[in-house]
Structure formats: structure tokens, C-alpha cells
């Protein structure tokens, strides 16, 4: 039997979010997930045992979880705009803070993924 899988999904609760940017790459999950996925906006409820899916990970705030939430978890970063172009996106000590917390969380991580090459290698 395969282990559930967690996906993070708070875009219900954002109107702007179900037509653009993430909320759009999450409707698509949702449409080609396999049934054992389960889309959740409560990371406290998830249970231990299965797979995590993380698809929000921005840097510059702070992350929606600090210890490990399952057995396995992915992260999945879209871009890194923010960190690649810091003059053109001030973000002050708050955002510098939420970076740094961001980082050191990404470290109980099993896997981080990302959707196009440039990301990646911005990652690396």
C-alpha cells in the first residue's frame, strides 16, 4: 500500500490565487493527482507517517511549519527572484531573518524540486 501524501494547499482561502501563479500549478496537481493524495490548508493536522508536499516555500516569509511535519517531505520552489535580484526587492531585516529561518528549515527536507533549469541552478 502506498503512503498518503500531503499536499499544502492554502489557496482556498486566497480568491486571487485559484486563477494565477501557485494556486493555478495547484489545480493542475489536483487534476492529475492519483487518489491517495490529500490536498490540506492545516499543516498541523497532517499525520506523521507519509509524504509531505510543500509547494510554498518564499523566502522572504516565514515559513508555515518548523519541525518536520512527515517521514518524507518535499519542497518545491518555483523561483528565486527575490534572492537573485536584491536590489530590486528590498526586504529589510524582517525578510533577511525570514530567509535565513527559511534556509535552515529547507534542511529537513528530503527533497526540493523546482520547474525549469534556471531555478534549479539558482537552487544548487
Do not use: C
Not at 55 to 60: G, S
Not at 73 to 102: C, M, R, S
Not at 115 to 123: A, G, L, P, Q, R
Amino acid at each position: 500500500m502506498r503512503p498518503p501524501v500531503y499536499v499544502y494547499d492554502p489557496t482556498p482561502l486566497d480568491v486571487l490565487s485559484r486563477v494565477r501563479g501557485i494556486g493555478r500549478y495547484l489545480q493542475i496537481l489536483r487534476e492529475v493527482a492519483e487518489p491517495h493524495w490529500i490536498f490540506t490548508q492545516d499543516i498541523k493536522s497532517i499525520p506523521t507517517h507519509g509524504i509531505f508536499i510543500n509547494p510554498f516555500i518564499n523566502f522572504f516569509q516565514y515559513p508555515r511549519h518548523i519541525k518536520r511535519v512527515t517521514d518524507r517531505q518535499i519542497a518545491v520552489i518555483h523561483d528565486l527572484i527575490g534572492l537573485k535580484y536584491p536590489d530590486d526587492f528590498p526586504v529589510g531585516i524582517k525578510g533577511e531573518l525570514a530567509t535565513w529561518v527559511n534556509k535552515q528549515v529547507l534542511k529537513s527536507y528530503d527533497a526540493i524540486i523546482t520547474d525549469s533549469e534556471t531555478s534549479k541552478k539558482d537552487i544548487v
